[in-house]
């Protein structure tokens, strides 16, 4: 069996679903390594502004080990958050043939990263950051410096897109080192029971007082800045169309504001606050339209994933990464450009007239091009490929990415 350590910040629900998947394996055998924390408890988060524990199982099924972190500040949400002396010798004492690592931007996941390449221990480093904000000036070419012999340093740089690989290329990783290995989710969970859900969901829109001509957005995540959270709420009361309307589902630095914006237009919006894991596949339900507006910093948008195996197609800006990947004009929904207002209404109308004729069984066979499984095969061709082991893999699943 090929020995594979996957080191990461701390169980994140869209992670445990691989990890389970891979100890189930009879020629992989993992370990995880945790930088941060292992679920043991709620933790703060950052966007949300309060604590959080999801309500979905996320230390079962696979073995992991919670290193200890001696920051001062401990988080995953700036560099100096992660210090982990004793990971590299707890990690090689496990004697991995290969490293799964997620994320640089951590100062001991960097270390770690140097010091298994020095040692000759295959690193396969998997991140979803891509180029779409980039404005140029002395912060990126000094970043393109660090970043040129940074990723040196991995085997195999996994990507998630098409986005996520122009940056990998954009920073002179060779073609011979990319291996596809995309973002994904347990589909199954979302798109059943779906007439239950759909029932359930319909019911919950009639305790809102949601009429059934009403044509609902919905927005689901952190309520801050680089989600365009406020101006989405402006573009949709201006809307000429009265029959729209946006239900707000979240919380975060805006939320004192998505509820006065709510209260001034109380037939255009709905707020409801955070949901947790269990409640996503009925949440997404709420609306005709899932809509993610981000301007920055929105590397992939996994939401998106979640709504389209929902049965819900999508309306997304043109900086949310996931873009080439699962938003197809016409078919499962519309991308509008960034900050545009008057773009995203004309793409709304679109969009809307999607979701009106959706075959919404045709959304949820797309979704699964992008289940656990699919991550699985094509990680594990990557390690095949990164420690020259015959490992079993569907070729043709990842030959047609």
């Known amino acids: 069996?090929?020995?594979?350590?996957?080191?990461?910040?701390?169980?994140?629900?869209?992670?445990?679903?691989?990890?389970?998947?891979?100890?189930?394996?009879?020629?992989?055998?993992?370990?995880?390594?945790?930088?941060?924390?292992?679920?043991?408890?709620?933790?703060?988060?950052?966007?949300?502004?309060?604590?959080?524990?999801?309500?979905?199982?996320?230390?079962?099924?696979?073995?992991?080990?919670?290193?200890?972190?001696?920051?001062?500040?401990?988080?995953?949400?700036?560099?100096?958050?992660?210090?982990?002396?004793?990971?590299?010798?707890?990690?090689?004492?496990?004697?991995?043939?290969?490293?799964?690592?997620?994320?640089?931007?951590?100062?001991?996941?960097?270390?770690?990263?140097?010091?298994?390449?020095?040692?000759?221990?295959?690193?396969?480093?998997?991140?979803?950051?891509?180029?779409l904000n980039q404005t140029g000036g002395v912060g990126w070419c000094a970043k393109r410096i660090l970043l040129r012999l940074v990723y040196r340093w991995p085997a195999a740089c996994l990507y998630v897109g098409k986005h996520n690989r122009d940056y990998y290329r954009a920073f002179g990783v060779p073609d011979k080192k990319l291996f596809p290995c995309p973002h994904s989710i347990e589909v199954d969970r979302f798109a059943n029971p779906h007439d239950e859900l759909e029932k359930q969901a319909a019911a919950w829109r009639k305790e809102l007082g949601i009429e059934d001509h009403r044509l609902v957005l919905l927005f689901a995540g952190k309520f801050e800045d680089k989600k365009r959270t406020l101006a989405l709420m402006r573009a949709v009361k201006d809307h000429d169309d009265s029959n729209?309307?946006?239900?707000?589902?979240?919380?975060?630095?805006?939320?004192?504001?998505?509820?006065?914006?709510?209260?001034?237009?109380?037939?255009?919006?709905?707020?409801?606050?955070?949901?947790?894991?269990?409640?996503?596949?009925?949440v997404y339900r709420l609306g005709d339209l899932f809509v993610l507006p981000s301007a920055y910093n929105e590397t992939w948008g996994?939401?998106?994933?979640?709504?389209?195996?929902?049965?819900?197609?999508?309306?997304?800006?043109?900086?949310?990464?996931?873009?080439?990947?699962?938003?197809?004009?016409?078919?499962?929904?519309?991308?509008?450009?960034?900050?545009?207002?008057?773009?995203?209404?004309?793409?709304?109308?679109?969009?809307?007239k999607l979701a009106a004729n959706m075959d919404r069984a045709m959304l949820i066979r797309f979704a699964r091009r992008f289940d656990v499984e699919a991550t699985e095969n094509h990680l594990v061709a990557a390690l095949a490929a990164v420690t020259r082991s015959p490992l079993e893999y569907s070729e043709m699943a990842v030959s047609s990415k």
């Open 1 to 131: 069996m090929i020995r594979l350590a996957i080191i990461v910040s701390h169980p994140i629900q869209y992670y445990v679903p691989l990890y389970r998947r891979l100890a189930k394996r009879k020629d992989v055998e993992i370990k995880v390594f945790f930088t941060w924390h292992g679920a043991e408890s709620p933790i703060l988060d950052q966007g949300f502004k309060r604590e959080v524990a999801w309500d979905i199982p996320l230390r079962d099924g696979y073995e992991f080990e919670v290193i200890p972190n001696t920051s001062r500040k401990p988080g995953s949400h700036h560099f100096w958050g992660l210090q982990n002396p004793r990971l590299l010798s707890l990690v090689l004492e496990w004697q991995p043939d290969a490293v799964f690592l997620t994320g640089y931007a951590y100062a001991s996941h960097l270390k770690a990263m140097h010091a298994f390449f020095s040692r000759g221990v295959p690193v396969l480093f998997r991140g979803d950051s891509h180029l």
């Open 244 to 282: 729209v309307m946006v239900v707000m589902v979240g919380d975060g630095d805006f939320g004192d504001q998505v509820r006065q914006i709510t209260q001034s237009a109380p037939d255009r919006f709905r707020v409801l606050p955070f949901q947790n894991q269990s409640r996503m596949p009925l």
């Open 302 to 352: 996994l939401a998106v994933n979640e709504a389209i195996a929902s049965g819900r197609p999508v309306l997304v800006s043109d900086r949310v990464g996931c873009g080439p990947e699962l938003v197809k004009p016409g078919q499962t929904g519309e991308i509008f450009r960034a900050d545009d207002w008057k773009d995203f209404r004309e793409k709304l109308k679109a969009a809307l």
